[in-house]
């Protein structure tokens, strides 16, 4: 897509997901594929009050080609979803409660879902029968080793539609921006709904 209108769609995408509370403070960053390679927001801002001077475009080897001020301190995990999912053309890094918290309650690599009708909010799953599989990373501060990390997986098991890294937050991904969303806020409805469940059954 042109820089110009992947640049609306993402100042538009942080007025929406500020509003539903999944990026308090600084939190979250966003990203969309370009045509000469990517453009991620700067670093530290309020990302539901972003203007196009809060955008750096990348080529597609993560070097900078235009841009001012300091770029996301996660822009390699953008690079590296776009390097390893062929077909994904926006990211959308969140810290909803719900995605952190149940991040640091499951003490697997792996979050498995199943049972909800929300679940065919994600491209490709037809059934609320079928298990969704959503791979959790511990944080790390070092994001290039981060990133090397969901690379391994990714080449060991494709991962769809984002990941959960722990106590951290959710990376979203799709084929539009707007396909995007969609993920994100399904992904983020059943978060919800498994802490909720999760804390229901605590005190039966
Ligand atoms: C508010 S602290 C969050 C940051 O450490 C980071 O995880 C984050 O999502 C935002 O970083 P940024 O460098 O603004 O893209
Ligand atoms: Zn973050």
Same mark, same amino acid.
């Given at each position: 897509?042109?820089?110009?209108?992947?640049?609306?769609?993402?100042?538009? #995408?942080?007025?929406?997901? %500020?509003?539903?509370?999944?990026?308090?403070?600084?939190?979250?960053?966003?990203?969309? &594929?370009?045509?000469?390679?990517?453009?991620?927001?700067?670093?530290? $801002?309020?990302?539901?009050?972003?203007?196009?001077?809060?955008?750096?475009?990348?080529?597609?080897?993560?070097?900078?080609?235009?841009?001012?001020?300091?770029?996301? #301190?996660?822009?390699?995990?953008?690079?590296?979803? $776009?390097?390893?999912?062929?077909?994904? =053309?926006?990211?959308?890094?969140?810290?909803?409660? #719900?995605?952190?918290?149940?991040? &640091?309650?499951?003490? %697997?690599?792996?979050?498995?879902? =199943?049972? $909800?009708?929300?679940?065919?909010?994600? =491209?490709?799953?037809?059934?609320? @029968? @079928?298990?969704?599989?959503?791979?959790?990373?511990?944080?790390?501060?070092?994001?290039?080793?981060?990133?090397?990390?969901?690379?391994?997986? $990714?080449?060991?098991?494709?991962?769809?539609?984002?990941?959960?890294?722990?106590?951290?937050?959710?990376?979203?991904?799709?084929?539009?921006?707007?396909?995007?969303?969609?993920?994100?806020?399904?992904? @983020?409805?059943?978060?919800?709904?498994?802490?909720? &469940?999760?804390?229901?059954? #605590?005190?039966?």
């Amino acid at each position: 897509m042109q820089n110009r209108y992947a640049i609306e769609q993402l100042i538009e #995408a942080g007025v929406w997901i %500020s509003q539903k509370g999944w990026v308090p403070a600084t939190g979250g960053n966003f990203s969309a &594929r370009t045509d000469s390679g990517f453009v991620v927001t700067a670093s530290g $801002y309020d990302k539901g009050q972003l203007a196009p001077e809060h955008f750096l475009q990348f080529d597609c080897h993560g070097q900078i080609e235009s841009g001012t001020g300091k770029p996301s #301190a996660e822009t390699e995990l953008h690079l590296s979803i $776009y390097q390893l999912v062929a077909d994904a =053309t926006c990211v959308l890094h969140t810290h909803s409660v #719900a995605a952190t918290v149940l991040s &640091r309650f499951i003490k %697997s690599d792996t979050l498995t879902i =199943t049972g $909800y009708e929300m679940q065919k909010s994600l =491209t490709g799953i037809l059934s609320h @029968e @079928e298990t969704l599989q959503i791979a959790i990373f511990d944080n790390d501060q070092d994001i290039e080793q981060l990133a090397e990390k969901v690379a391994l997986r $990714y080449q060991r098991n494709p991962l769809y539609h984002g990941v959960l890294i722990r106590g951290h937050g959710l990376y979203a991904w799709g084929r539009t921006p707007s396909e995007t969303r969609r993920h994100l806020e399904g992904l @983020e409805f059943l978060f919800a709904c498994e802490l909720e &469940r999760i804390k229901l059954e #605590a005190t039966l």
